[in-house]
């Protein structure tokens, strides 16, 4: 087994079956995050303070969509338990950080109730168009 903590970690998600595509995803997150460590901040992971968290997340905030951002906060967030609790860094960074907003799932532009009801009564029930377009 390889000493880099981010393999030790994808063979950890390996082993709780998370599918290959979401490993993936995860890596691309992490590696893209090692790698602003290492030449923007001219750290070690391990060195890596809130601070350094706010600034990368501010850095990256503006060009991700609300899902984007969450999912790499979330993956983060994960990632630096495990470093915790694995005992390759001493503090999580994202301890005593002020919690992230979630992202708002609240779906948009859901018809109101009238509306609702007006699209209901449009379909001819008497052909099968009618019957598909009501169901």
């Known amino acids: ?4 903590p981010l393999l030790k970690y994808l063979e950890h998600l390996k082993f709780k079956g998370f599918s290959p595509a979401t490993m993936e995803s995860r890596c691309q997150t992490l590696e ?3 790698r602003y460590v290492r030449e923007a901040l001219s750290k070690k992971l ?3 303070t809130p601070k350094d968290i706010e600034r990368y997340l501010s850095d990256v905030r503006p ?3 609300d899902s984007t ?12 338990t495990y470093l915790k609790k694995e ?7 994202f301890d005593v950080l002020d919690p992230i907003p979630r992202w708002d799932r609240t779906p948009r532009d859901v018809p109101d ?9 449009r ?5 099968y168009i009618g019957i598909r377009d009501k169901a």
């Open 63 to 65: 060009k991700l969509k």
């Open 113 to 121: 109730e009238k509306t609702l009801e007006h699209l209901l009564t």
């Open 1 to 4: 087994m390889s000493d880099d």
């Open 32 to 34: 893209t995050f090692r």
């Open 123 to 127: 379909p001819d029930e008497h052909t």
């Open 69 to 80: 951002f969450a999912c790499r906060v979330s993956i983060l967030k994960n990632y630096f």
């Open 87 to 93: 005992n390759v860094i001493l503090q999580n960074p």
């Open 46 to 48: 391990r060195d890596v």
